[in-house]
């Protein structure tokens, strides 16, 4: 027992004074939910400034001042356009649809005659297009301001007009929260498990071959499943550390989020964030053991880097998989290591709840992974060293 | 004492000719693109070393003294032939005869990461010592080898006489009865070399605990000043033993050089063959 934790201590000291082990591990786990959740945010946001704006750009307004009347009572600003709107909506230099009123407007609605309004935009101006919304709605409800009075004028009651009204129920169960964005970070978070505990994994098999010091370490009289274990427990420790700091960059992370919508969407709790552990902590160890595993036998450090590279990108394919299958998952995903973390933290994402059978599972396929390579890396270890 | 009885060790060496026409590349993208070939890199070495002497094995480069010591070391399995360390058979990969050998191997293997008294303390766990009694032997080969200031640096930025003095205390801190040396003065100085000359004529003596030391070299003056017992080994066999002086008698020879090469190279040499794989 002494000796397994000598062996522990020692790699873990040797992983931890490593730069290379050290940087990676920190970047993986710290950057990545801030850097995608401030993306996500700054998007988000931009689509809903469009909606607050409040200004109007227009030309012509002085030949409609009802219209302006309406549109200043409704908190909105009048500006008037430049004369190259076209050309500047095309360039990007304005970021807003621009309300065309064309000079015999009031003229026509005096009279009762039928008049266009036009909103002109460019689509490959996505800001403009962003404010077509907003800007129809305020004309809509110019239009229906303008048809109430008019039939009031007549007598008849609007009442007659709005007999039906229609409104949507969401079918969500009620804790569910909406995830758009967020769906991509399980796959960050995969990522960093495998990337981070990588170098660790590398430098204590292929690592110490290459620097020659693995052959002394055969002198001594530890057998292979001491060091099998030991080796793959320090490297295990820098995995599930990993998984600690990704987890817990989540909460700072929420306050880099400037969009409301956004904010509401990813509530990321204390109970979320142990469900995540108890998810991600097992597979974390299970894929340290696969690492050691696979970089056993590689006489040198960049043999081995290569190796497990190749591995490690089979992670966001194996997350793509559920594209395939839209709708219900079909059940054999709980068996799929990878792809069942995945499932299992969308769905703890979403606000529901897990399934006690789905995480048995996959804690059973995990160790069932963690016992095979263990026992590998076991009857391999002398081995390599003797040809 | 290690006696080794006509050990035998063969490699199979994968050759992987370069792709230099459209012969080549058919030939790499069929089954035949690996030639193998059988090098014998020990082919019949015997010797025995006794307690409380040096027993210098003395050979050219590749001559097979590298791998006779790992299979001594218990790192390799021997095609044909036995090992016996202290009355136990020694069985590659196994650890029953390692906690009675120290072996100090050619690549030194520190943790660059560590410091020199870590290096040594975890050699120490590993081969059960208590805390107390690894404390106190720390500081013994420290002071025996002259390298108390290295103790809490890094290795990393150590020199070859110091990476060699960390390895050698690093093997020692079990006080083992048996000490292997794979070409301890590669790359040392003068006054390093003899500081190890001094240490292990110490270790040999009844105060330094009477060792069984074996040591391998291709230096005719190592042999000269400090074997009591030499192993010539050729062609990986050994093809002459005995003291300095027997040899010279031996080979009809006063200069102990001339006298390794007329027993070395006695027979028409093959071309030289890398003993490592």
């Known amino acids: 027992m002494n000796v397994l934790f000598a062996i522990v201590r020692k790699e873990l000291k040797d992983a931890l004074r490593d730069r290379r082990t050290l940087m990676t591990a920190l970047f993986s786990s710290l950057l990545g939910a801030p850097l995608i959740l401030l993306v996500f945010s700054t998007v988000l946001s931009q689509v809903e400034s469009q909606e607050d704006k409040r200004i109007v750009l227009a030309v012509g307004m002085q030949h409609a001042p009802q219209l302006e009347n309406f549109i200043l009572r409704q908190g909105y600003q009048i500006k008037p356009a430049p004369t190259d709107y076209e050309a500047k909506s095309r360039s990007k230099e304005i ?125 001594n009289p530890v057998n292979g499943w001491q060091l099998a274990v030991g080796k793959w427990s320090a490297v295990a420790l820098v995995s599930m550390g990993v998984v600690v700091l990704t987890i817990g960059s989540f909460f700072p992370s929420q306050w880099l989020i400037k969009n409301d919508t956004l904010r509401a969407e990813f509530q990321f709790g204390i109970k979320d964030a142990i469900w995540f552990l108890i998810v991600l902590l097992p597979l974390a160890a299970s894929v340290a053991a696969m690492q050691i595993a696979v970089a056993l036998d590689c006489k040198s450090y960049k043999e081995a880097q290569v190796r497990n590279q190749i591995v490690s990108m089979f992670i966001p394919f194996v997350s793509l998989i559920p594209i395939m299958f839209p709708g219900r998952e079909p059940s054999w995903f709980q068996w799929i290591p990878v792809l069942a973390q995945n499932q299992m933290m969308n769905q703890v994402l979403k606000g529901e709840a897990l399934n006690t059978v789905a995480v048995a599972i996959a804690l059973v396929v995990c160790v069932v992974m963690t016992g095979g390579s263990l026992a590998y890396i076991a009857q391999k270890m002398r081995k390599v060293v003797m040809n | 004492m290690i006696i080794v009885n006509e050990l035998y060790k063969k490699f199979i060496r994968h050759d992987k000719p370069g792709v230099k026409n459209w012969a080549d590349l058919r030939r790499l993208m069929t089954a035949r693109q690996k030639q193998a070939q059988v090098v014998q890199a020990v082919n019949g070495v015997s010797f025995t070393a006794q307690d409380g002497q040096i027993t210098g094995l003395l050979g050219a480069n590749g001559a097979g003294k590298t791998t006779t010591l790992r299979m001594v070391a218990a790192l390799l399995k021997p095609d044909a032939g036995n090992v016996v360390v202290d009355g136990d058979e020694v069985r590659a990969g196994e650890s029953s005869t390692q906690s009675h050998m120290g072996v100090l191997s050619d690549a030194r293997g520190l943790y660059p990461r560590l410091t020199a008294r870590e290096n040594i303390h975890y050699y120490a766990v590993l081969h059960g010592m208590s805390a107390e009694l690894t404390a106190q032997r720390t500081e013994q080969l420290a002071e025996w080898l002259d390298m108390r200031h290295l103790l809490d640096r890094r290795t990393d930025g150590f020199s070859q006489g110091e990476r060699m003095k960390t390895a050698l205390a690093r093997a020692l801190v079990h006080d083992p009865r048996n000490i292997i040396l794979d070409e301890p003065t590669n790359g040392l100085d003068v006054v390093a070399t003899r500081a190890l000359r001094e240490f292990l004529r110490w270790l040999r003596s009844p105060e330094g605990g009477s060792k069984c030391i074996v040591f391998s070299t291709h230096i005719m003056q190592e042999v000269e000043r400090l074997c009591d017992d030499v192993v010539i080994v050729a062609q990986g066999r050994h093809v002459a033993r005995g003291t300095v002086d027997a040899l010279m008698e031996q080979a009809k020879q006063t200069n102990f050089e001339d006298a390794f090469v007329s027993l070395a190279f006695l027979e028409q040499r093959t071309p030289s063959l890398e003993e490592r794989s």
């Open chain 1, 95 to 219: 970021d807003q649809p621009v309300l065309i009123v064309p000079n015999d407007f009031e003229e026509k609605i005096m009279h009762g005659d039928k008049v266009s309004l036009e909103v002109a935009y460019d689509t490959s101006n996505r800001n403009a297009e962003f404010g077509v919304r907003p800007l129809r709605r305020l004309l809509d409800a110019y239009v229906q301001e303008t048809m109430v009075l008019n039939l009031t004028m007549r007598g008849i009651s609007t009442e007659l007009l709005q007999l039906v009204d229609i409104k949507e129920r969401y079918l969500q169960k009620a804790e569910e929260r909406k995830t758009s964005v967020t769906e991509m970070l399980p796959m960050m978070v995969l990522m960093a498990i495998v990337v981070g505990g990588m170098y660790a994994a590398i430098d204590t098999t292929a690592g110490e071959r290459e620097r020659g010091s693995l052959e002394p370490l055969m002198m």
